[in-house]
């Protein structure tokens, strides 16, 4: 088994293809539309399946937010940088809202964003996190 995609229902299927293509730099890897059932589907990654997992963008017609509710955490993404990660997303347009730091009572760096629909993305610094095309570098 392995991890496929997570799935997030969005307010506003462009900003949110702008949002994770343009600020953190993943790859709009396919669209569907589905006129019968009013809803239509975003897939966003740096890589596709089967090299790495995708997220889901889904947008129900008609249906401009939602209750994130209290059980979301987040998305985590690995950085070689975290530092220069968020001065990229913050020149971007982006929504830093926990500046790069050691987490508290560790030693590694992360840093936090928020996404359009307020999804929380974690950024974690490692080294050995190189994406491909244009990642967060």
């Known amino acids: 088994m392995r991890l496929?995609?997570?799935m997030l229902r969005v307010g506003?299927?462009?900003?949110?293809i702008d949002f994770y293509t343009q600020v953190l730099g993943m790859q709009l890897?396919?669209?569907s539309e589905n006129p019968e059932y009013k809803y239509s589907l975003a897939f966003v990654g740096y890589e596709g399946n089967p090299a790495q997992a995708e997220i889901e963008l889904t947008y129900n017609w008609g249906t401009d937010s939602y209750e994130l509710g209290t059980a979301y955490?987040?998305?985590?993404?690995?950085?070689p940088d975290a530092y220069a990660a968020c001065e990229k997303i913050k020149a971007a347009g982006g929504n830093v809202t926990r500046e790069a730091g050691p987490v508290k009572g560790g030693t590694t760096v992360i840093a936090f964003v928020t996404d359009p629909d307020g999804y929380k993305i974690e950024l974690i610094q490692r080294a050995d996190d190189h994406q491909t095309g244009q990642g967060l570098r």
């Open 29 to 31: 890897l396919r669209t």
């Open 4 to 6: 496929l995609h997570t």
């Open 12 to 16: 506003n299927l462009q900003r949110s």
């Open 73 to 79: 955490g987040h998305i985590a993404l690995g950085v």
